[in-house]
């Protein structure tokens, strides 16, 4: 047997951790996920001029290069993640 095939014994704590940050990843992912299509559907209902694309681009990027490095360890930067997303 190939010794890099082989498993490695794992105590119940950590794969219980591990589960737990997975979930959590998929959690808000779906979240981030439904709430784009719910804003690509406000958009589509609102049907805004073209400019809109593009001062909203900039306004994202503008969130990413001053506001995502102060909260991107911390709970708020979920609240960022979604303000960009929007």
Do not use: C, H
């Not at 219980?16 to 784009?36: C, D, E, H």
């Not at 690509?40 to 809109?52: G, I, K």
């Amino acid at each position: 047997m190939n010794p890099l095939e082989q498993a490695l014994p794992r105590s119940q704590q950590a794969t219980l951790a591990t589960n737990t940050v997975i979930k959590s990843t998929y959690k808000l992912l779906s979240m981030t996920l439904l709430f784009s299509a719910l804003m690509a559907a406000v958009s589509v209902a609102m049907q805004p001029p073209a400019a809109t694309g593009l001062i909203t681009m900039l306004g994202a990027m503008g969130l990413i290069w001053m506001v995502l490095p102060r909260y991107a360890n911390s709970a708020a930067g979920v609240g960022v993640v979604f303000a960009l997303l929007d």
